[in-house]
């Protein structure tokens, strides 16, 4: 059984830059498509970045594309998302997940197996 854990959230002023990791007990990632959603209270979950694992290409929500980088770390197995002039808007719980979705279902939940407990950012200044 695959666990996933997040870690890296904290609190950071507009502007500034957060990067949140994703490590894996019980297997390896490098075999999954890793993606990272994000939650604010009172709503859904929504989809942020994704990085598959055939070919390692990337997937964004257009709201981050340019600030938001996600990316493996061929070592570890460990998969990164690099977040640049965070936003309030970009604070929430972000969540990492991996599993093995089709292209064109790259950003839905349901098609992500595993999941970790989720890692708090916070943007305020």
């Known amino acids: 059984q695959v666990q996933l854990a997040e870690s890296g959230g904290g609190l950071v002023h507009p502007g500034a830059s957060l990067r949140l990791s994703c490590a894996a007990s019980?297997?390896?990632?490098?075999?999954?498509?890793v993606a990272w959603f994000r939650q604010v209270p009172g709503k859904e979950r929504e989809f942020v970045a994704a990085?598959?694992?055939?070919?390692?290409?990337?997937h964004y929500t257009n709201s981050v594309k340019g600030r938001f980088s996600v990316s493996r770390d061929r070592a570890s197995s460990a998969v990164h998302l690099q977040m640049s002039n965070l936003q309030p808007e970009d604070a929430a719980v972000y969540y990492c997940?991996?599993?093995?979705?089709?292209?064109?279902?790259?950003?839905?939940?349901?098609?992500?197996?595993?999941w970790g407990p989720g890692t708090q950012v916070t943007v305020s200044s």
């Open positions: 997940a991996a599993g093995r979705p089709i292209l064109s279902a790259i950003s839905t939940e349901r098609m992500y197996y595993y």
């Open positions: 990085i598959r694992a055939s070919g390692g290409t990337t």
């Open positions: 019980g297997g390896t990632l490098s075999s999954y498509t």
